[in-house]
């Protein structure tokens, strides 16, 4: 998958950087791909891929200055999208990576988002 964003040109210079050290310890280039931007502000950030089988919203309001919605493939965790919620962002790329359960992903949510609301779409 290309993500043109610097921060996935960061990480790869970075493994590539790592393997030419070291050749005998080397691995192939993997991650979870993450992006953010900045708009009049407020944050957007996105990890993972956002997929046909639907999101759910754990935290805030699509109306409101602040959301986590996280995406799903089948009974897996493959996205998440915020505003303004940035104190997380890591912590579910890191589930993402693992290929944690969807049902594990709003399990976490559960105990870490102040506000939780019930939309799902699929």
């Not at 080397?26 to 900045?38: K, M, N, Q």
């Not at 493939?73 to 912590?91: A, I």
């Amino acid at each position: 998958m290309r993500v043109e964003h610097w921060f996935a040109a960061a990480e790869r210079g970075a493994r590539a950087g790592r393997n030419a050290v070291s050749p005998a310890d080397a691995r192939s280039y993997s991650t979870v791909p993450y992006f953010w931007s900045d708009w009049y502000g407020s944050r957007i950030q996105f990890a993972g891929v956002a997929t046909n089988d639907g999101y759910e919203l754990v935290s805030g309001d699509l109306a409101g200055d602040h959301f986590v919605a996280l995406y799903r493939e089948g009974d897996r965790l493959t996205g998440m999208l915020t505003l303004n919620g940035q104190r997380h962002v890591m912590k579910y790329r890191r589930l993402i990576a693992q290929r944690a359960r969807f049902d594990e992903a709003i399990a976490f949510a559960r105990t870490s988002a102040p506000t939780r609301s019930a939309t799902t779409t699929s």
